[in-house]
């Protein structure tokens, strides 16, 4: 019976260490739903407790002390454990269990020396009794607070031992046993009533690798349920940044679209000016070019009448090309990258275009240019002329009404640090103050025939370059639009 007693504790120790390390990848530090070192120290003790009861027959019943102090720790143990669930524990609970398995183990030895084989038991079941207790109303108050399924079963088997381990001491403390030694030669009763202590105890360390083991499961279930829901927030993300991306583009394609159709639209109001001043050096020529026919067919020539009549003839077809090209210029459909423009060079050629409508209007210019070395900047050359137009033409109309003093339009450029300053002023009636905080908005207008691109659209160009376009004050103008450039020198 010894033997077989021997192999059922190498048996249960085998077992517990196999539980040990079959566990052990649950084992990390790091993670809140881990195992941590209360369940290693007490399925540890375990195990080393019953491979040092299998060893009290062949070596020295002495080892039944350490044998006692591992299962007694195995009970402190798994009490801390189970208090670990519901809050960190303390160093100085840590330090007291410590002192109570060592107090315990020296009150063991005591009793082995000078009591009975029934003292010993009565005094082991005593404390797992408390240690169950304990145990069970640290995992109660767990299944109080929500917790998963698997803490009943544990409760359960808890109670189970509980149940078993007072019957035992009931049993030792009624029964005589002056003639049993150990544990070995114990009765049928006392010694089914510890295995099937033992045994739900090993259970109890399965229900808690469980128990582990499904908080894993959670944690990881939500933690793939996060990345999912990341994944679908990443995706939507994408989506709506390459939604804005082609809203950026058409809204890009739509604005070339309005240059273009504003470009038409100055067309026409430069037509009737462009025609009278084109008509002008085509009338000349016409007119020269029959002088000159009638000149060779004379019987008496004078080279010098005739040298006159081809230099006017040049002269005005020349004028003539100039503000053709200078048309073509403005608004052709072509995209040029910015180039580094003067500013002075730029407005000068745009008078070719623009004069005309101003002499027609009775509007006189009047230009303030007081820089020296030219005033250079990075542009678009098309659609900086384009919005320069827009704004002399809208001088212009402003003026329309005014027939109580001299039509007058005021170009000034300047440079200050390193931004260039380009403002049109007029002398007309000036903005109400009420519209002048939505000039520059899409489809604001207070003209009678205006769209409400022009400005905005010209606002636009100018940002796009990274300047500024706005109304300014400005002394003896009622109205004043200035444009703000970074230099290029």
Not at 239 to 267: C, G
Request: net charge neutral; proline share 3%; charged share 15%.
């Amino acid at each position: 019976m010894q033997i077989a007693e021997q192999v059922f504790l190498v048996l249960f120790g085998t077992m517990a260490l196999g539980l040990l390390f079959s566990f052990s990848p649950l084992f990390n530090k790091q993670n809140s739903t881990s195992l941590n070192g209360y369940w290693v120290l007490a399925v540890g003790s375990y195990a080393g407790g019953f491979f040092i009861f299998a060893l009290v027959p062949s070596v020295h019943p002495a080892l039944l002390t350490p044998a006692n102090i591992c299962i007694l720790g195995t009970n402190i143990f798994s009490g801390l454990l189970f208090r670990s669930w519901r809050q960190p524990i303390e160093r100085p609970l840590s330090i007291a269990a410590w002192g109570i398995l060592l107090l315990l183990g020296i009150t063991y030895e005591t009793i082995r020396q000078h009591g009975g084989f029934g003292d010993r038991v009565v005094f082991v079941t005593t404390v797992f009794a408390i240690c169950l207790l304990w145990q069970g109303y640290e995992v109660a108050r767990l299944i109080y607070a929500g917790g998963p399924v698997i803490l009943k079963f544990i409760f359960g088997l808890i109670l189970i031992t509980l149940v078993l381990t007072l019957i035992r001491t009931f049993t030792t403390l009624n029964l005589n046993l002056g003639h049993v030694s150990n544990i070995f030669n114990e009765e049928v009763l006392s010694r089914f009533l510890r295995w099937g202590t033992q045994g739900t105890m090993l259970l109890i360390f399965f229900g808690v690798g469980t128990f582990y083991l499904q908080r894993q499961i959670s944690e990881r279930q939500e933690m793939i349920g996060a990345l999912s829901s990341k994944d679908s927030a990443l995706s939507s993300e994408i989506e709506e940044k390459n939604q804005v991306r082609q809203l950026l583009v058409e809204r890009d394609e739509l604005i070339q679209s309005l240059i273009s159709a504003k470009k038409s639209a100055e067309v026409g109001a430069l037509s009737a000016a462009l025609a009278h001043e084109l008509n002008q050096p085509l009338c000349a020529i016409q007119l020269n070019a029959e002088c000159l026919q009638m000149e060779l067919t004379s019987v008496v020539t004078n080279p010098l009448i005739k040298q006159e009549l081809i230099s006017r003839i040049l002269a005005d077809n020349q004028r003539a090309s100039e503000i053709i090209t200078a048309l073509r210029q403005i608004f052709s459909n072509t995209t040029l990258v910015p180039q580094r423009v003067d500013l002075v060079d730029t407005m000068s050629s745009l008078e070719k275009l623009f004069l005309p409508l101003a002499k027609k209007e009775n509007v006189s210019i009047r230009r303030n240019y007081p820089i020296t070395g030219g005033c250079h900047v990075l542009v678009n050359p098309q659609e900086f002329q384009q919005v320069l137009l827009n704004l002399l033409n809208n001088a212009v109309q402003a003026l329309s009404d005014i027939t109580d003093r001299e039509r007058c339009i005021g170009i000034t450029i300047s440079k200050t640090g390193n931004r260039a300053y380009l403002s049109v002023a007029d002398n007309g009636n000036g903005i109400d103050p009420t519209t002048q905080a939505t000039i520059f908005n899409l489809l604001s207008s207070n003209k009678y025939a205006g769209m409400g691109l022009g400005l905005w659209l010209s606002q636009h160009i100018i940002e796009r370059h990274k300047g500024r376009l706005y109304v300014a004050a400005q002394p003896g103008w009622a109205t004043t639009f200035m444009i703000e450039l970074p230099l290029n020198e």
